[in-house]
């Protein structure tokens, strides 16, 4: 693990979105760990998450992208924020763009905001979190609609590692299924290794009760075989 990736875990934690307790998510599933990037609230913090997307594009694919992409709602101030950082601190200049949940069918209309993509254009998916992959698989079905572009990436905030409708995690699905390039931040294991008795301003949020619960949830929804 990275230094960047242990202060992103603190980060994440500092700012309330990645918290611990007894949740369920979208898909039913009873979780002891929820990642909820709705709670970035203030301009520092999106400054300092674009630089940790910004740094994971970097570190992963330095060219290769010609426009990011965030899938609404979430996905869009990702995006923002990310091609902000990659600029200001790496001087790439990449335009990005978002979809409408409806089509405006007046004014320049159509399904997209921002930049529009252009055949040929390598597009790279920024996302919070992928459970399901559904998000990900309508931004696929989507820019079938919109141009014939090339989806070389996906970047996450936290791989959950967590199986989909096969054996494998959901971002092998997406990988096997789409053949995209995917990349989280972090993972659920690094985020364990990072927290378990390890205090970060004075408590705790990983203690042996915890990993284990975490452990259970893993065993029980992640990958088989």
Known sequence: MTPYQE????????????????????????????VNTGNYRTGAQAARLGDYYAVCVQEHMPDGIDALFGPAYKGIPLAVTAAASLFRNYGRDLPYCFNRKEAKDHGE?????????????????????????????????????????????????????????????????????????????????????????????????IDDEMRGRMEGYLAQYGPRG
Do not use: W
Request: hydrophobic fraction near 40%; glycine fraction near 8%.
């Open 7 to 34: 202060k992103f875990i603190h980060f994440m934690v500092r700012s309330g979105v990645l918290t611990f307790g007894d949740f369920t998510t979208k898909s039913g599933r009873r979780t002891p760990y929820f």
């Open 109 to 205: 209309g159509g399904s997209m905001v921002g930049y529009q993509p252009q055949a040929g254009d390598r597009v790279a998916i920024i996302e919070d979190v992928v459970t399901a992959g559904t998000a990900v698989r309508e931004t696929i079905e989507l820019f079938r609609h919109v141009a014939d572009v090339e989806l070389t990436a996906l970047f996450v905030s936290v791989d959950r590692m967590e199986r989909g409708t096969r054996d494998c995690t959901t971002l092998d699905e997406l990988r096997e299924d789409y053949g995209i390039q995917v990349f989280p931040i972090v993972t659920i294991r690094e985020i364990i290794e990072a927290l378990h008795n390890r205090p970060v301003d004075g408590t705790v949020y």
